[in-house]
């Protein structure tokens, strides 16, 4: 599946990406489980596919690789994902903000 990089802004996306990863490397991994919003893990005690993964990526933020692929295996690549679609976003922004001062200054002319 590929994303739409057509967007006429991506930042907000890029934002709420960058924020919540920021947000999983300043939890507290090995702290008390207070609340989640995977609603399986509400219903059954095993959770869901994805359970887990907060976890891992704390983990790793932290260098315990091993914590970390114990918690979720698919943390590292969960990660280089978002970093990749931050960059995509923040990329097509720098090119879509440059065609438009250039069509300005053209206008001007």
Request: charged share 15%; with cysteine.
């Amino acid at each position: 599946m590929k994303l739409s990089l057509k967007r006429k802004n991506g930042l907000p996306e890029a934002a709420a990406w960058l924020l919540g990863l920021s947000a999983l490397a300043l939890m507290d991994p090995g702290g008390e489980h207070l609340f989640s919003f995977c609603p399986f893990s509400w219903l059954w005690a095993e959770g869901c596919w994805g359970c887990g993964l907060g976890h891992a990526i704390a983990y790793m933020c932290r260098g315990e690789w091993r914590a970390s692929w114990e918690a979720h295996p698919l943390a590292l690549p969960a990660v280089l994902l978002l970093l990749r679609r931050c960059g995509q976003l923040l990329i097509c922004q720098g090119s879509s903000d440059k065609t438009q001062a250039a069509g300005h200054r053209a206008q001007h002319l």
